[in-house]
Protein backbone atom coordinates (compact mmCIF):
# COMPACT_ATOMS: atom_id res chain seq x y z
CA UNK A 1 0.00 0.00 0.00
CA UNK A 2 1.65 3.80 -0.68
CA UNK A 3 0.98 6.11 1.63
CA UNK A 4 -0.96 9.43 0.71
CA UNK A 5 -1.71 12.69 1.93
CA UNK A 6 -4.90 14.97 2.53
CA UNK A 7 -6.11 17.98 3.43
CA UNK A 8 -8.25 16.84 6.53
CA UNK A 9 -10.93 19.42 6.25
CA UNK A 10 -11.95 17.91 2.58
CA UNK A 11 -10.68 14.58 3.27
CA UNK A 12 -8.84 14.59 -0.41
CA UNK A 13 -5.65 16.16 -1.72
CA UNK A 14 -5.67 19.36 -3.08
CA UNK A 15 -7.44 19.56 -6.14
CA UNK A 16 -5.96 22.89 -7.59
CA UNK A 17 -2.65 25.17 -5.88
CA UNK A 18 -3.37 27.48 -3.29
CA UNK A 19 -2.68 30.17 -5.74
CA UNK A 20 -5.74 29.27 -8.36
CA UNK A 21 -7.64 28.91 -5.11
CA UNK A 22 -6.61 32.20 -3.85
CA UNK A 23 -7.28 33.95 -7.38
CA UNK A 24 -10.87 32.25 -7.86
CA UNK A 25 -12.03 33.77 -3.71
CA UNK A 26 -10.84 37.21 -5.22
CA UNK A 27 -12.25 37.63 -8.20
CA UNK A 28 -15.44 35.97 -6.62
CA UNK A 29 -15.51 38.31 -3.70
CA UNK A 30 -14.52 41.92 -5.40
CA UNK A 31 -16.72 44.79 -4.53
CA UNK A 32 -14.87 47.43 -6.23
CA UNK A 33 -16.83 49.42 -8.54
CA UNK A 34 -13.27 52.25 -9.26
CA UNK A 35 -11.65 49.61 -10.67
CA UNK A 36 -14.39 46.72 -11.47
CA UNK A 37 -13.98 43.34 -12.80
CA UNK A 38 -15.62 41.91 -15.79
CA UNK A 39 -17.43 38.76 -16.41
CA UNK A 40 -13.71 36.74 -16.11
CA UNK A 41 -10.47 36.80 -14.86
CA UNK A 42 -9.40 38.22 -17.87
CA UNK A 43 -12.53 40.25 -19.56
CA UNK A 44 -11.50 42.12 -22.38
CA UNK A 45 -14.50 44.06 -23.31
CA UNK A 46 -13.57 46.86 -20.97
CA UNK A 47 -9.40 48.29 -20.51
CA UNK A 48 -10.26 49.19 -17.53
CA UNK A 49 -11.60 46.20 -15.59
CA UNK A 50 -9.13 44.55 -13.46
CA UNK A 51 -7.31 41.91 -14.92
CA UNK A 52 -7.15 39.25 -12.79
CA UNK A 53 -4.22 36.56 -13.30
CA UNK A 54 -1.92 33.56 -11.92
CA UNK A 55 1.63 34.45 -12.09
CA UNK A 56 3.28 38.28 -12.56
CA UNK A 57 2.16 40.87 -14.05
CA UNK A 58 1.91 41.18 -18.49
CA UNK A 59 1.25 45.36 -18.38
CA UNK A 60 -1.59 44.35 -20.44
CA UNK A 61 -3.87 46.27 -19.08
CA UNK A 62 -4.52 49.39 -16.35
CA UNK A 63 -5.14 47.39 -13.63
CA UNK A 64 -3.89 43.93 -12.35
CA UNK A 65 -4.17 41.60 -9.48
CA UNK A 66 -1.53 38.76 -9.67
CA UNK A 67 -1.44 35.80 -8.07
CA UNK A 68 1.53 33.62 -6.82
CA UNK A 69 2.57 30.93 -4.38
CA UNK A 70 5.30 31.07 -2.46
CA UNK A 71 6.95 29.66 0.90
CA UNK A 72 5.10 27.10 2.27
CA UNK A 73 6.30 25.77 5.71
CA UNK A 74 4.89 23.74 8.66
CA UNK A 75 3.27 25.72 11.22
CA UNK A 76 5.19 23.94 14.35
CA UNK A 77 2.65 26.58 16.62
CA UNK A 78 0.10 23.90 16.16
CA UNK A 79 2.59 20.99 16.84
CA UNK A 80 3.90 18.42 14.07
CA UNK A 81 2.40 14.54 15.03
CA UNK A 82 4.47 12.72 12.36
CA UNK A 83 1.05 11.75 10.82
CA UNK A 84 -0.57 15.09 11.31
CA UNK A 85 1.28 18.57 9.85
CA UNK A 86 -0.10 22.19 9.97
CA UNK A 87 1.08 24.07 7.42
CA UNK A 88 0.89 28.05 6.10
CA UNK A 89 1.69 28.81 2.32
CA UNK A 90 1.98 32.65 1.45
CA UNK A 91 0.40 33.72 -1.45
CA UNK A 92 2.38 36.79 -2.57
CA UNK A 93 -0.74 39.57 -4.75
CA UNK A 94 1.02 41.73 -6.80
CA UNK A 95 -1.15 44.81 -7.48
CA UNK A 96 -0.53 47.11 -10.15
CA UNK A 97 -2.17 50.19 -11.92
CA UNK A 98 -1.36 52.33 -14.52
CA UNK A 99 -1.43 55.98 -13.63
CA UNK A 100 -3.86 57.67 -15.35
CA UNK A 101 -3.76 61.19 -14.80
CA UNK A 102 -0.75 62.76 -14.55
CA UNK A 103 -1.54 65.77 -13.02
CA UNK A 104 -3.07 64.37 -9.91
CA UNK A 105 -3.03 61.28 -7.29
CA UNK A 106 -5.34 58.49 -8.97
CA UNK A 107 -6.77 56.59 -5.91
CA UNK A 108 -7.10 53.22 -7.32
CA UNK A 109 -4.18 51.74 -6.16
CA UNK A 110 -4.75 52.63 -2.35
CA UNK A 111 -8.30 50.94 -2.70
CA UNK A 112 -7.22 47.76 -4.43
CA UNK A 113 -4.78 47.64 -1.62
CA UNK A 114 -7.47 47.67 0.54
CA UNK A 115 -9.90 45.41 -1.12
CA UNK A 116 -7.00 43.04 -0.80
CA UNK A 117 -7.15 43.53 3.15
CA UNK A 118 -10.52 43.40 3.26
CA UNK A 119 -11.00 40.32 1.50
CA UNK A 120 -8.19 38.20 4.28
CA UNK A 121 -9.43 39.99 7.63
CA UNK A 122 -12.57 39.20 7.03
CA UNK A 123 -12.56 36.13 6.02
CA UNK A 124 -13.06 33.64 8.90
CA UNK A 125 -16.32 35.56 9.35
CA UNK A 126 -17.38 36.28 5.85
CA UNK A 127 -16.01 34.01 3.35
CA UNK A 128 -18.45 32.77 0.95
CA UNK A 129 -18.00 30.42 -0.42
CA UNK A 130 -14.72 29.56 1.46
CA UNK A 131 -11.63 28.28 0.22
CA UNK A 132 -12.14 24.50 0.29
CA UNK A 133 -9.63 23.12 3.19
CA UNK A 134 -8.10 26.73 4.22
CA UNK A 135 -8.59 26.66 8.34
CA UNK A 136 -7.18 30.35 8.67
CA UNK A 137 -6.77 33.48 6.28
CA UNK A 138 -4.64 36.33 7.41
CA UNK A 139 -3.52 39.63 5.70
CA UNK A 140 0.33 39.22 6.11
CA UNK A 141 1.12 42.56 5.53
CA UNK A 142 1.82 44.97 2.08
CA UNK A 143 4.75 46.76 0.38
CA UNK A 144 4.25 49.29 -2.01
CA UNK A 145 7.52 49.07 -4.89
CA UNK A 146 9.38 51.45 -5.81
CA UNK A 147 12.86 51.83 -7.34
CA UNK A 148 15.63 54.32 -7.87
CA UNK A 149 14.48 55.33 -11.19
CA UNK A 150 10.96 56.18 -9.92
CA UNK A 151 9.54 59.63 -9.72
CA UNK A 152 5.96 61.72 -9.21
CA UNK A 153 5.08 61.11 -12.92
CA UNK A 154 5.73 57.30 -13.02
CA UNK A 155 3.26 55.76 -15.15
CA UNK A 156 3.24 52.26 -13.34
CA UNK A 157 2.31 52.10 -10.05
CA UNK A 158 2.67 48.91 -8.03
CA UNK A 159 2.17 47.34 -4.37
CA UNK A 160 2.50 43.59 -3.13
CA UNK A 161 0.56 42.29 -0.36
CA UNK A 162 0.76 38.82 1.17
CA UNK A 163 -1.61 36.32 2.51
CA UNK A 164 -0.66 33.34 4.58
CA UNK A 165 -3.18 30.16 4.48
CA UNK A 166 -3.06 28.15 7.42
CA UNK A 167 -4.50 24.69 7.09
CA UNK A 168 -3.58 20.58 8.02
CA UNK A 169 -2.67 17.41 6.43
CA UNK A 170 -2.88 14.30 7.41
CA UNK A 171 -0.61 11.44 6.35
CA UNK A 172 -3.27 8.49 5.24
CA UNK A 173 -1.59 4.64 5.35
Known amino acids: MT ?27 WTLTNPAKGSTWIDQSNPRFVRFRLGFPDYSHAYEINVLETDTIPDLSQGG ?27 QLGLMEREIQRLAMTYITFASPPIAGAKVVTWGGQSRIYNGTDDWAKSDWRSE ?5 TYEKTVLA
Open 81 to 107: HGYRYWMQTTILIGIRMERLDPDRPDP
Open 3 to 29: PSIQITDIAAEQSDDWDRLVLDYIFDN
Open 161 to 165: SRINI
